[in-house]
């Protein structure tokens, strides 16, 4: 009877610790089919046509005379971005979230991220003024961001 028992267990043993390699196996199969999937993800032509055009359009702005022309250039290279990372379909409801998700991808937008801090501030704090030399700086962070991602 003990020897019955001995094989029955041990074969228990073998049936969990097959489950156990099924499921670490299929989950490693979706987190490579992932990987792939979010790798693959491409810039229509339209789409990088239209993000350029906005891009120009940003540039202008930037060398606008008038004290909101900087702050709208900033205010636009942001959301470029921000479009930019929603049609490459990184996760996320905001640009911040979107970028923590896509700084695995691309380790380089870190770099953006004092930038889009500068934009907030300008959005949230009434009293908050935007040297214009700073504002060219960060419009070009979210450039070399951009053409990271190929988005221009």
């Known amino acids: 009877?003990?020897?019955?028992?001995?094989?029955?267990?041990?074969?228990?043993?073998?049936?969990?610790?097959?489950?156990?390699?099924?499921?670490?196996?299929?989950?490693?199969?979706?987190?490579?089919?992932?990987?792939?999937?979010?790798?693959?993800?491409?810039?229509?032509?339209?789409?990088?046509?239209?993000?350029?055009?906005?891009?120009?359009?940003?540039?202008?702005?930037?060398?606008?005379?008038?004290?909101?022309?900087?702050?709208?250039?900033?205010?636009?290279?942001?959301?470029l971005l921000d479009h930019a990372l929603k049609t490459l379909a990184m996760p996320g409801d905001t640009l911040g979230e979107r970028l923590k998700f896509a700084q695995y991808k691309y380790p380089h937008l870190r770099d953006v991220w004092w930038a889009h801090k500068i934009r907030n501030r300008l959005v949230h704090e009434a009293s908050y003024h935007l040297d214009r030399r700073l504002a060219r700086k960060a419009v070009n962070q979210f450039r070399k961001s951009l053409q990271t991602i190929g988005a221009i």
């Open 1 to 79: 009877m003990t020897v019955t028992f001995d094989v029955l267990a041990l074969g228990e043993g073998i049936g969990v610790a097959a489950v156990v390699i099924l499921m670490l196996l299929l989950i490693w199969l979706m987190f490579v089919n992932f990987r792939h999937w979010l790798s693959s993800r491409k810039y229509e032509v339209g789409d990088r046509a239209a993000m350029r055009r906005r891009w120009q359009e940003v540039e202008s702005l930037l060398d606008a005379s008038g004290e909101l022309s900087p702050k709208l250039a900033l205010i636009e290279a942001d959301k």
